[in-house]
T-cell receptor, first 112, second 111 residues
Framework: DQQVKQNSPSLSVQEGRISILNCDYT??????FLWYKKYPAEGPTFLIS?????DKNEDGRFTVFLNKSAKHLSLHIVPSQPGDSAVYFC???????????FGTGTRLKVLA | NAGVTQTPKFQVLKTGQSMTLQCAQD?????MYWYRQDPGMGLRLIYY???????DKGEVPNGYNVSRLNKREFSLRLESAAPSQTSVYFC??????????FGPGTRLLVL
């Protein structure tokens, strides 16, 4: 049973436009969420996080939104750049645990 | 600071052979993790160590063992490799629920 789902395996966006990557979760105990970016042949790199006490967190071009009632979070990238082309993973963790559950990833392609 | 380092970068094994994947971190993190990444499956947790001296199973522990050698080092052992263990293995570290930092990965091919 997949507790963290990224239902879109891939997404293509024009350079300069907004990219929206979605993530759904089923476990209501999850209270901390992370987004990672991964280039081929490299390890995942941390992008942005959000705690369940917030509904939005921004860092430069990246904004994460959390809708707890819908058990849904999304990552917005504005404006999208060709260098943003990568696989993006969301991950969720429950308080008091030391482990994260990762989604299956969304491959973003930003077209120049 | 090197962050999280992993050795080897790439390995080819025959079915039944054993090997140990090494991981070290220099960020003074308490927790360390081993994941595997397979196409369409995302990152799945194999084992983790919440703190020095403790280890726990993750989602896919079968066929693996781990050792938390000290605060810096966390190794993953395959006692008898199987083709199903062909994957990319990532080590990560963190302080508790905080952000996890990943190593560059080890590509393992089991023939």
């Amino acid at each position: 049973d997949q507790q963290v789902k990224q239902n879109s395996p891939s997404l293509s966006v024009q350079e300069g436009r907004i990219s929206i990557l979605n993530c759904d979760y089923t476990n209501s105990m999850f209270d901390y969420f992370l987004w990672y970016k991964k280039y081929p042949a490299e390890g995942p790199t941390f992008l942005i996080s959000i705690s369940s006490i917030k509904d939005k967190n921004e860092d430069g071009r990246f904004t994460v939104f959390l809708n707890k009632s819908a058990k849904h979070l999304s990552l917005h990238i504005v404006p999208s750049q060709p260098g943003d082309s990568a696989v993006y993973f969301c991950a969720a963790s429950a308080e008091g645990t030391y482990k994260y559950i990762f989604g299956t990833g969304t491959r973003l392609k930003v077209l120049a | 600071n090197a962050g999280v380092t992993q050795t080897p970068k790439f390995q080819v094994l025959k079915t039944g052979q054993s090997m140990t994947l090494q991981c070290a971190q220099d960020m003074n993190h308490n927790s360390m993790y081993w994941y595997r990444q397979d196409p369409g499956m995302g990152l799945r947790l194999i084992y983790y160590s919440a703190s020095e001296g403790t280890t726990d199973k993750g989602e896919v522990p079968n066929g693996y063992n781990v050792s938390r050698l000290n605060k810096r080092e966390f190794s993953l052992r395959l006692e008898s490799a199987a083709p199903s263990q062909t994957s990319v293995y990532f080590c990560a570290s963190s302080n508790g629920q905080e952000t996890q930092y990943f190593g560059p990965g080890t590509r393992l091919l089991v023939l």
